[in-house]
């Protein structure tokens, strides 16, 4: 067994146990963890593949800001996940059927790549013009139209994200910017002359002072 073979092996049983231990961790920060060791070790692998591009893309934008963000997130809600273990295995039967066809349709796309023989040899300009440009112009023509549908849904994404956070709730505590910055001292701070509860001692005498 070659050398790449044996990497390629070790970095995908990382990457299954990973994958693994992200649904069956107790608590989400750990979870959260274990993906960013999946997101790794799936990097490690497109680089055997040599897809540079998608795994330091990979490495860029998923473990250095989506799961950074991610943790921060975690970390300042305090999930209780006491509450949601309850009614874990009401549910189990619905997930587990939910897995299994997505596990069946995953399986129907991705086992016709396994019956390919041996990859095709690189033309001279293929290997001139690099993994990311060919990458891109292969996305900017074939996938063009993908490429727009997936950038529309994004947007639309960000756009009830952020209309999600500006909508009036009656739990929130937000206020107006427009009264926050029009606001003076006398508004907010008021300040009250208060006689003392507590009257101060007498002054010692001359005779007790001399004791």
Request: a neutral charge; aromatic letters at 10%.
């Amino acid at each position: 067994m070659a050398t790449a073979d044996a990497l390629f092996y070790a970095f995908s049983l990382v990457l299954l146990f990973a994958a693994f231990r992200v649904i069956t961790a107790r608590t989400p920060v750990n979870a959260a963890l274990y993906l960013v060791l999946a997101f790794f070790s799936a990097a490690c692998v497109w680089m055997l593949l040599r897809a540079e591009f998608l795994a330091i893309a990979l490495v860029l934008v998923y473990v250095g800001a989506v799961m950074v963000l991610f943790l921060f997130v975690v970390m300042m809600l305090d999930i209780n996940t006491d509450e949601l273990r309850n009614s874990f295995w009401q549910h189990f039967p619905l997930a587990a059927l939910i897995g299994v066809v997505i596990a069946l349709e995953m399986a129907a796309v991705l086992l016709g790549g396994f019956s390919l023989g041996e990859a095709p040899a690189a033309s001279s300009a293929e290997v001139e013009l690099g993994n990311t440009k060919l990458l891109g112009i292969e996305m900017y023509t074939n996938y063009l139209y993908p490429l727009q549908i997936a950038a529309v849904l994004l947007l639309v994404a960000i756009i009830a994200a952020i209309a999600l956070t500006l909508r009036e709730r009656k739990e929130s505590k937000a206020m107006d910017p427009g009264d926050q910055v029009r606001v003076k001292k006398a508004d907010r701070v008021r300040l009250v002359r208060l006689q003392p509860t507590v009257e101060a001692a007498p002054p010692p005498t001359s005779g007790e002072a001399q004791t």
